[in-house]
Each structure stands twice: as C-alpha cells, then as structure tokens.
C-alpha cells in the first residue's frame, strides 16, 4: 500500500522542503501544500524516474564525490591552459569506451560525471548502452583516456552500487 500511496517517501520529504525553503516560510498553509506537493509530484511522474540501486559502499562514495571534485578543479586548469595558449596543441577527438555498466541510474552518473568534468562531454550512447561516445579537447592518446575512463570512473561506480556488470 506504501508503494501506491506515497511512491518516494524521501523525494515527498526533499520537495516539502525544498517549497518550503523556496516560500522563505515555516506557516502551517505552506507547510501543507509543501507535504501535498511533495506528495503529488512523484506520484504523478513516478512512470518517470529511475530506480536507484542500493549503496554498497557509503564511505567509498564519499571518497569518490571528493576525487571528482578534484578532477574537475584539475581539468579546469587543463583547458583553461589549452584555450589560452596555441590551437595547435589542442588534439579533440570523439572516442568510444566500451560500457561495463547495466543499471540506468549508474550509467546517467557516468556520463554526467564525463560531462561535467571540462574538456570532455558525453556526445551519444549505442541502442544497447555498450558503447558511450565522449568528445575530449585534448587526446594525446584515445587508449589511455578510454582506461582512464573505466579506471576512475566506471569501475568505482560499479564498486560503490549495487549493479551488475557485463
């Protein structure tokens, strides 16, 4: 009956506050259509939204979030040195890594992680998701950022939720 009536307790309890925050009140009418908002938002789109997967390693995630931080603070610099210095020393290239991961919820925070870090963005993913094309600004060498990829990226997602890999 849970499932049917309140689809995602946690997002009714996230969006409440969020109406709440967004208003700059705490009065008891807006308190009560934040709970009804909260409520009907993921009812009405829960055909929508993906399932996600159990955290296996908390800890490990943390420590992840914290190096994706860093690697974007790091491209950052990276590319502001390309786009300032000589276009000859930019090398863009559109490269295919093949997909180790299955899970809808995982594979979207792989390519927004690669989208997210400057130089690099997520340009298309295959029919059968076993391949994601990546446009990089600078690819000195296509086989290592493909291992960076998986090493960095894809094998500690594949570590920290629970899902399995091809």
Avoid at 46 to 71: A, H, M, Q, W
Avoid at 74 to 87: R, S
Avoid at 150 to 160: F, S, T, V
Wanted: some cysteine; aromatic content about 8%.
């Amino acid at each position: 009956m849970k499932a049917r009536w309140l689809p995602n307790p946690a997002l009714t309890l996230m969006l409440a506050i969020l109406w709440l925050l967004l208003n700059n009140t705490l009065s008891f009418g807006q308190f009560l259509l934040g709970l009804f908002l909260g409520w009907a938002i993921p009812l009405l789109v829960r055909g929508f939204l993906v399932e996600v997967p159990r955290i296996r390693k908390p800890l490990r995630l943390c420590v992840f979030s914290l190096k994706v931080l860093y690697d974007i603070v790091v491209a950052n610099v990276h590319v502001a040195k390309l786009v300032l210095g000589p276009k000859k020393n930019l090398r863009p290239a559109f490269i295919e890594v093949p997909m180790a991961i299955e899970n809808e919820f995982v594979l979207s925070t792989l390519t927004s992680i690669i989208s997210l870090t400057p130089g690099t963005v997520s340009a298309c993913l295959s029919e059968d998701r076993q391949m994601l094309m990546v446009h990089a600004l600078d690819v000195p060498d296509v086989d290592a950022l493909i291992a960076d990829v998986k090493r960095n990226y894809e094998a500690p997602l594949l570590e920290i939720f629970e899902c399995s890999p091809t």
